[in-house]
């Protein structure tokens, strides 16, 4: 029962240009959203995350958006940099609940 | 400032023998503690979650344990390890309170 899919496995991007990365969910119950970088043989790193009540949160390069009634997350970085080149997990959880469902993952390449 | 640490960061182990890894959390009291699994192109999938010394929460079935010893130490155990064991062994921890989960740098086991 995979509550949080990432359907895209890759995704090559030219460099300055907007990298999107979508993430859809299944349980409505989810409030609080999260997008994780990770790089091969490493812990993944925090990036950013937007709480159902909001529609869009950004963080410099960094921005996802909300949409509640198509269950529906996404990342969007621009301009993207060689450094983006990563895997993105994204995460959801139902605040109190202690523990995070997480996505798949989507490996971006970021082409020169 | 927080930090967390895992050891080893790679293992090579026989099937059928045993396994200990560890993980410790500075900087920070009474933390939630999580040990996740990723296999090899796959997500991360939460094994084992605490909220505090000697509470374990198992979130899958399987041949491994976890233990909580002291509020910031997290260990990761199996008496007979299969091939299936093999992956890449993430702990993170968060705050009272909080809503981001931070990763430490993650143990690579191959059993062979």
């Known amino acids: 029962d995979q509550q949080v899919k990432q359907n895209s496995p890759s995704l090559s991007v030219q460099e300055g240009r907007i990298s999107i990365l979508n993430c859809d969910y299944t349980?409505?119950?989810?409030?609080?959203f999260l997008w994780y970088k990770k790089y091969p043989a490493e812990g993944p790193t925090f990036l950013i995350s937007?709480?159902?009540?909001?529609d869009k949160n950004e963080d410099g390069r960094f921005t996802v958006f909300l949409n509640k009634s198509a269950k529906h997350l996404s990342l969007h970085i621009v301009p993207s940099q060689p450094g983006d080149s990563a895997v993105y997990f994204c995460?959801?959880?139902?605040?109190?609940?202690?523990?995070?469902?997480f996505g798949q993952g989507t490996r971006l390449t970021i082409n020169p | 400032s927080q930090t967390i640490h895992q050891w080893p960061a790679t293992l090579v182990q026989p099937v059928g023998s045993p396994l200990s890894l560890e993980c410790t959390v500075e900087?920070?009291?009474?933390?939630?503690l999580y040990w996740y699994r990723q296999a090899a192109g796959r997500g991360l999938q939460l094994l084992f979650y605490s909220v505090g010394i000697g509470q374990i929460s198992s979130e899958v079935p399987q041949n491994l344990s976890a233990s909580r010893p002291q509020d910031r130490q997290f260990i990761l155990s199996s008496k007979k390890l299969l091939l299936s064991d093999s992956g890449f062994y993430l702990c993170?921890?968060?705050?009272?309170?909080?809503?981001?989960?931070?990763f430490g740098p993650g143990t690579r086991l191959t059993v062979l």
């Open positions: 937007i709480s159902s009540i909001k």
């Open positions: 995460a959801a959880e139902i605040q109190g609940a202690q523990k995070l469902v």
């Open positions: 349980n409505s119950m989810f409030d609080y």
């Open positions: 900087g920070t009291s009474n933390p939630n």
């Open positions: 993170a921890w968060r705050g009272r309170g909080w809503d981001e989960q931070f």
